[in-house]
């Protein structure tokens, strides 16, 4: 598997309160951000996610850890309901790996930046200047491989 960044390294993160903690053990993918609308109203801007298998995911505190269900089918945010940090984007059929919010990791662990999805429905208040690969709809696939 060249799934990037194979540093077992233990990441930890989670929301701004306090009251949803995770850790991560196992694989991550690199930093991929998405444009969708979706995930621009729910982080405010752009989404910059890593993705993991959901069972390297362990929860440590949840009791804030509330789930939205995204207008995609089996699609959920996890958010905290006390202070609105989002953390998690899981899509649950078909899939067994859940997205996680770089912002709310303690530290990346030489976790990069790789690319940008979703840019077909990119805000219009902003330019993408960084040079990294665009895809106009879902590209997480090709950028793992490309790694
Ligand atoms: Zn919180």
Same mark, same amino acid.
């Given at each position: 598997m060249a799934d990037g960044n194979e540093s077992e390294s233990e990441l930890s993160g989670g929301c701004l309160c306090g009251g949803v903690r995770y850790r991560i053990n196992g694989p991550r993918r690199d930093i991929v951000n998405c444009h969708c609308e979706n995930c621009r109203k729910t982080h405010g801007h752009v989404a910059a996610y890593t993705s993991v298998l959901s069972s390297d995911l362990s929860l440590l505190k949840q009791k804030s850890l509330n789930w939205f269900h995204d207008t995609s089918p089996d699609t959920y945010r996890g958010f905290c309901n006390v202070c609105g940090? !989002?953390?998690?984007? %899981?899509?649950?059929s078909g899939n067994n790996k859940i997205s996680v919010a770089a912002g709310t990791?303690?530290?990346?662990?030489?976790?990069?930046?790789?690319?940008?999805?979703?840019? !077909?429905?990119?805000? %219009?208040?902003?330019?993408i200047t960084d040079g990294l690969r665009e895809f106009d709809y879902s590209g997480q696939d090709e950028l793992e491989k490309n790694e």
């Open positions: 940090s !989002s953390l998690f984007w %899981d899509a649950r990791l303690d530290a990346s662990h030489g976790l990069k930046t790789i690319g940008h999805v979703y840019v !077909s429905e990119a805000g %219009d208040y902003y330019e």
